[in-house]
């Protein structure tokens, strides 16, 4: 253990196993430790680091906005929130934007939000359906929206007004609805919960039965989002509109910045309702405007959907190969491994010693989630780790 890392468990609560790296330096896909060992990161800062380590564009427009103007607070207008809140509404469905600073504060906002709704348009409902094995943060009030047992029971009570119902059943949400229900939150595709992707018709379906019902769809786009699934959001590839969508992650490559996007109608917010002294800050504006804009104007998402689907490919030939190998899934560059026994934290340590960080999303599942300006050439890297890795995980069994 390095000093550094003696010096952390000293100070640090202990809230995450580490892996016994101390990262000090990044580029692109790649990261070095304090030895200088470089490592092919396939974890891009748990799906953040849409443009890679210190992308450029992000970096120039950082450093300059820092010798600007870093923050003001949301009492006066910052021309980089307004130019990244025109940038997000010309390119979803979506009108109107809040900024604030991360995933769960984007969804505590986005529930208020429809909370003020149900208040105002829909004789007081309050409740949110919500799915089983989803993530929507760790503030008490998305624990209860997260529908993970293990991780509520700690905290017990919590904020009541959240059920949690089965993912990819329509029938479950629709039981679930009453006339004290203001809104439906999803994640369209579940991250956390170990890459679960919906059933073809189920957004569909929930869509559908929003409408009908005159309730809110609020899609969490926090780790689908910003070009992940390849295309820009991943509500593009269902046919689908949300009423209220939640940013956070890959919206500004590295640099804390989170968002809610309504549609006009929704946007029922009056000034006091809501608000945040950080929430879309120039600096984090400015990263989050380089980043949208190198997304959308270098067609990032479409290279996200091209090597997405080379590398599920080649994992799926993994799998004819080992056959403790049970499932590969995902969607762009979010992808997992699962295998036939909770041996995913040895795979990743394995992986680690030979140079390549991965993610071990469940006890038997590994997930992929590199920035999504990877290469074929270096997708091949990583799989040449991998296969090393499980031959001699094979070979052990
Ligand atoms: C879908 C989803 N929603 C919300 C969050 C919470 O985001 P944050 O950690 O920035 O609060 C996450 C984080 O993993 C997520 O994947």
Redesign the pocket.
Known sequence: MSKWQELANQYFMNTVVRVPVTLVRGEGARVWDEDGKEYLDFVGG??VNSLGHCHPAVAEAVTEQARTLIQTSNQFYTIPQIRLAELLAQNSCLHKVFFCN????A?EGAVKLARRYGKLKLNGAYEVVTTLNS????TLA?TAATGQPKSQEPYLPLPTGFINVEYNNIEAIKAATTNQTCAVML?PLQ??GGVNLPSDSYLRAVRDWCDQKGILLIL?E???GIGRLGTLFAYEQYGIEPDIM?L??GLASGVPL?AILAKEKVSVFIPGDHGSTFGGNPLACAAGYATVKFIIDYDIAGNAKRVGQYLLKELADLKHKFQFITDVRGCGLLVALEFNSDIAQSALMACFDRGLLVNRVKPNALRFMPPLIIGKKEVDEALYILEKVLSSMATKA
Do not use: L, V, Y
């Open positions: 748990w799906a991360s995933g769960a504060e969804n993530f929507h943060g760790r998305m994640e991250g956390e969490d926090i780790q689908t939640t956070a992650k989170g």
